[in-house]
């Protein structure tokens, strides 16, 4: 029989040498499916980031555009257009003069305002002005004003399609109102009617809380 001389030491130590190679490449390999897994993780996590940080940006557009407007308007309550600082519209018939009759040595007084006009302080109509002007800059541009053209055109200008509201084609026109109440309330927002060069945009009063819905207008 013939021996095999050597030392056990040897083949022990190849042994333990094979053993390692193989644990490493076990560990390398896991190491690389976790980093795949993890890789994948990070792009489904980064998109919806990316998700969340555009629709931040246009609400904070959105109110800093509502802020600007706001800042350069008198502050709520006053409403010049009200006799003698009237909370509420007169509702007394305004004196009219009959063909023929002399009129009054004194002024005539003028009407109190009516609608929208009465329900809005000054705030509210400078605030709207700004807003309509803009507007109907970028409406009058419009040669085929639909309601996807219409829409499109207000996401631009700043308002997110939480503000637009009951875009509805009426012949070659499109019909739309914008919520313009501010963050802290109010009540205002404006009916508008796209229609290129004869674009047209005027404030109307909603609900002071809750969904969107008009209670006073007078349609452009």
Known sequence: MTQIRGSIGKFTSGRRVLAAALTAVTALALTACGTERNNGGGKAGSTGSSTASQQQPEQAAAQALFARFEKACPEP??????????????????????????????????????????????????????????????????????????????????YTDERIHHLKQDGKKTRFFIDLREYGGGRLCASGVAAGAVSDVVPCVAVAEGPFRVTSETRP
Not at 84 to 96: H, L, S, V, Y
Not at 121 to 133: F, N, T, Y
Not at 145 to 152: H, Q, S, Y
């Open 77 to 158: 309550g006053a409403n010049s257009r009200r006799p003698n600082g009237a909370t509420k519209p007169d509702t007394a018939e305004p004196e009219t003069i009959a063909p023929g009759e002399t009129p009054p040595a004194d002024p005539i007084e003028l009407a109190p305002p009516t609608g929208p006009e009465a329900e809005l302080d000054d705030r509210d109509s400078c605030v709207s002005a700004h807003h309509e002007q803009r507007v109907i800059a970028a409406l009058q541009m419009l040669a085929d004003p639909t309601p996807a053209t219409v829409r499109k055109t207000l996401n631009g200008l700043g």
